[in-house]
């Protein structure tokens, strides 16, 4: 269970917001104690996930296919919320793939006992994310490819390894050419589809494609 924590004062009524998971094991106790948390807070209403509120705090132990299609189906249902996604840990490409989600927010487990915090921050139209990241986000938009651009969202040696696939390569193929082992090329490409938000090998070749990679 989470430490209780103190909330400054709100004035006004408190902001609507419902606390989720995405099904994944591991997050249980995470999970009671930020309903806890947000409970005793006077920032924040809890009120039942179905109602689609405002603010959804959405707990995840990573961020998957499993995180990645709750928010889908989120954003479709309810396409006016915002979500805090509470999450482990979180780099530039796993924000990538959430954000047009509808993610506004994110904080690391560490981190949540500032949930309601953070949800009244992103009630008022304001986007929160851990300093750690804020950085990595400023490094990379300071790069040559900007975040959200497809070589953002890889390395140099993902996207040899990318397109060597998109050509015909198999991970065989991978092996050969030095890149990888062929369990180790299995393990990236799988990742990677992860990271670009495909299902499949066809999926890896037709974005390699999409974005000029070949």
Do not use: N
């Not at 509120?53 to 995180?67: N, S």
């Amino acid at each position: 269970m989470l430490p209780s924590q103190s909330v400054p004062h709100r004035e006004g009524p408190p902001v609507a917001a419902s606390v989720d998971s995405t099904g994944c094991c591991g997050v249980e106790d995470l999970l009671s104690g930020i309903r806890e948390l947000v409970q005793r807070s006077d920032r924040v209403l809890l009120v039942d996930a179905r109602t689609a509120p405002p603010v959804r705090i959405r707990v995840a132990k990573v961020v998957d296919r499993m995180c990645r299609l709750a928010l889908r189906r989120t954003r479709v249902a309810a396409p006016d919320s915002r979500t805090v996604l509470v999450v482990k840990s979180m780099g530039v490409h796993a924000l990538t793939a959430v954000a047009p989600l509808g993610v506004s927010a994110v904080l690391l487990h560490a981190e949540a006992t500032h949930a309601a915090d953070v949800v009244a921050t992103v009630a008022a139209g304001a986007h929160r994310l851990p300093s750690g990241l804020r950085d990595e986000v400023l490094e990379v938009s300071r790069r040559s490819h900007p975040l959200g651009r497809p070589r953002a969202l890889m390395s140099p040696h993902e996207a040899d390894i990318l397109r060597l696939v998109a050509q015909g390569g198999t991970a065989a193929d991978v092996a050969r050419a030095g890149y990888a082992t062929e369990r180790g090329a299995l393990t990236m490409l799988s990742r990677l589809a992860t990271r670009l938000g495909v299902e499949s090998r066809a999926g890896l070749v037709s974005y390699a494609y999409r974005h000029h990679l070949v």
